[in-house]
C-alpha cells in the first residue's frame, strides 16, 4: 500500500515506518494521523513491532499550524481531530505488537506523543524533546496521560511549564529514552535482533497485562480530547498561530 505522509516497509515480521513530510517538519496534519491508522491495520495479527522514525533533523514537530491557518482562512483543510490522535496513540500503547521509537533530532508537541506511547525509545546524541505548546496558549493535552505514564508528572509537569527542549542525556536519566548511542542503527538492529524472537500472542498477552498495571489511558481519553478542543478553538489562539505562520512572530512578541 502507498501513504501520502509515511515511508513504509515491511522485513519479515517488522514495520518500519517513517514520517515523510520534511517540507513540513514532519508535522502532524489529519492525512499523517490516518495512514497511520492503516499502517497499524496492516500490523494486526501479523507484526512482530513496528519502529517508528523521522528524518535525521526531525523526528516529528507536532501539529501542522499551516493547517490550522488555512481552516481560519476558510479553507478546506482536514483537521486531525484530537479523538483520531489520541486512539492512534492507545493503539500504540496497547496492540499487540511492539511500537518502537527511533529518535533523531527534533521532538516537539504531538510528536512527543508518538515517543511516550512507544514500548522502546531508542536515540542518538542529536536527539531533542519540547512540548512547546503553552507559548501559543495551547495545552499538551492528549499527550500528557502517555508521558506522565512514561516519566511521572513532575517531569512532565517541567516539560510543559518551561517550553525549552531537553538533550538526549537528560532524556536518558528521566526515563523518557530507554537506550542512547551515537550510532542509533546499530542500537536499533541490536535490540530487533531480540524483539524477533518475540511471538505476537506472547506480546499481546503481556501488553494487555502491563496496562492492567499501569492504568488510566482509557480512562482519561475523554477529559484529554475535550481539552484539546477547547484550546485549539480558542479564537485568540488561532489567531496567535496564524500570525506566527504567516510573519514568524510569537504570541509574546505582537
Known amino acids: 500500500m502507498s501513504y501520502e505522509t ?3 516497509r515491511f522485513q519479515d515480521s517488522i514495520c518500519f515506518l517513517q514520517f515523510d513530510r520534511p517540507e513540513a517538519n514532519n508535522t502532524i496534519n489529519a ?3 490516518e495512514d497511520c491508522h492503516r499502517v497499524l491495520d496492516e500490523c494486526e495479527g501479523s507484526a512482530t513491532a513496528v519502529v517508528l522514525s523521522g528524518n535525521a533533523e526531525t523526528f516529528c514537530f507536532g501539529a501542522d499550524f499551516s493547517d490550522i491557518r488555512d481552516r481560519s482562512a476558510g479553507a478546506e483543510a482536514p483537521e486531525a481531530g484530537p479523538d483520531r490522535l489520541y486512539d492512534l496513540w492507545l493503539r500504540m500503547a496497547t496492540s499487540p505488537f511492539l511500537c518502537v521509537a527511533h529518535v533523531r533530532g527534533k521532538v516537539n508537541a504531538g510528536g512527543m506523543g508518538f515517543v511516550a506511547a512507544s514500548d522502546i525509545v531508542l536515540a542518538d546524541e542529536t536527539a531533542r524533546f519540547s512540548l ?3 507559548l501559543f496558549g495551547l495545552i499538551p493535552a492528549c499527550v500528557l496521560p502517555f508521558l506522565i505514564r512514561r516519566i511521572g508528572f513532575q517531569r512532565a509537569h ?3 511549564l518551561m517550553t525549552h527542549p531537553i538533550e538526549a542525556s537528560q ?5 523518557l529514552i530507554d537506550a542512547l548511542e551515537p550510532q542509533s542503527d546499530a542500537l536499533l538492529r541490536k535490540h530487533l535482533l531480540r524483539l524477533r524472537r518475540l511471538s505476537p500472542v506472547a506480546i499481546g498477552r503481556y501488553k494487555r497485562y502491563a496496562n492492567q498495571l499501569a492504568g488510566g ?13 477547547e484550546v485549539f478553538s480558542d479564537p485568540r489562539n488561532v489567531e496567535g498561530i496564524v500570525r506566527f505562520v504567516e510573519r514568524g512572530v510569537f504570541p509574546w512578541e505582537a
Open 6 to 8: 509515511l515511508q513504509v
Open 31 to 33: 492525512r499523517l494521523v
Open 132 to 134: 512547546s505548546e503553552l
Open 158 to 160: 517541567y516539560l510543559t
Open 171 to 175: 532524556a536518558l536519566s528521566w526515563g
Open 217 to 229: 489511558l482509557q480512562a482519561q481519553r475523554q477529559a484529554a480530547i475535550d481539552v484539546n478542543a
